[in-house]
């Protein structure tokens, strides 16, 4: 079953380090979504892809975050210069409807947990 | 701002029971869906209701819409303790691509 992949799945840095998160989508999905989940919360929307043009990006997405998704197959999400508050889990979704993504349903990756210390 | 709150935010009961979520939302929807995640995990979607559907079934799951209330409820019957995680309902709206979530209401289902 190829479902939405997540690369790494834990992440622990210090303060200030810079990240790179991997997401692979289901093949042939064209629309892929970033978000971000703090703990007790639902998650947030960050940023979408649909085939490699970024359509869609939240304010939360600050200028220490970049989001690529290079000849729209898997996708990057980078965090420079983390702070404790990047802490949290970033779920990567995929889908392939018609109509627009939120038109259907969301298919979810296991996310990456990142530990800011 | 997250919209989409879900009522009661924590919910527990017995194996065998029904467990009712309800969600609110404040501004026009073109469809709400909702989740499930099991701890530290991703989510899993459940249903998807379009603003012009007022129920929808899937399996022990049923899901209603009333618009004019702007609210929705999902009816998990003869829960199991395999049901135990956190629920969120998700709207989409408007011409935007992304799903806004509740913060979610967690069941815990006792054996």
């Known amino acids: 079953d190829t479902g939405v992949s997540q690369d790494p799945r834990h992440k622990i840095t210090k303060r200030g380090q810079n990240v790179t998160f991997r997401c692979d989508p289901i093949s042939e999905h064209n629309r892929l979504y970033w978000y971000r989940q703090t703990l007790g919360q639902g998650p947030e929307f960050l940023t979408y892809?649909?085939?490699?043009?970024?359509?869609?990006k939240s304010r939360l997405l600050s200028d220490r975050f970049s989001a690529e998704r290079p000849k729209g197959s898997f996708s990057t999400l980078e965090i420079q210069r983390t702070e404790q508050g990047d802490s949290a889990m970033y779920l990567c979704?995929?889908?392939?409807?018609?109509?627009?993504?939120?038109?259907?349903?969301?298919?979810f990756g296991p996310g990456t947990r990142l530990t800011v210390l | 701002s997250q919209q989409g709150e879900e009522d009661p935010q924590a919910l527990s009961i017995q194996e065998g029971e029904n467990a009712t979520m309800n969600c609110s939302y404040k501004t026009s929807i073109n469809n709400l869906q909702w989740y499930r995640q099991n701890s530290g995990r991703g989510l899993v979607h459940l249903i998807l209701?379009?603003?012009?559907?007022r129920e929808k079934h899937s399996g022990r799951l049923r899901v209603t819409l009333d618009t004019s209330k702007k609210s929705s409820s999902l009816l998990i019957t003869a829960s199991r303790a395999a049901d135990t995680a956190s629920y969120f309902c998700a709207k989409s709206q408007g011409g935007s691509e992304k799903l806004v979530f509740g913060k979610g209401m967690k069941l815990t289902v006792n054996p």
């Open positions: 209701i379009r603003s012009n559907e």
């Open positions: 892809f649909q085939n490699e043009a970024q359509l869609e």
């Open positions: 979704a995929s889908t392939d409807g018609p109509g627009g993504g939120s038109y259907n349903e969301q298919f």
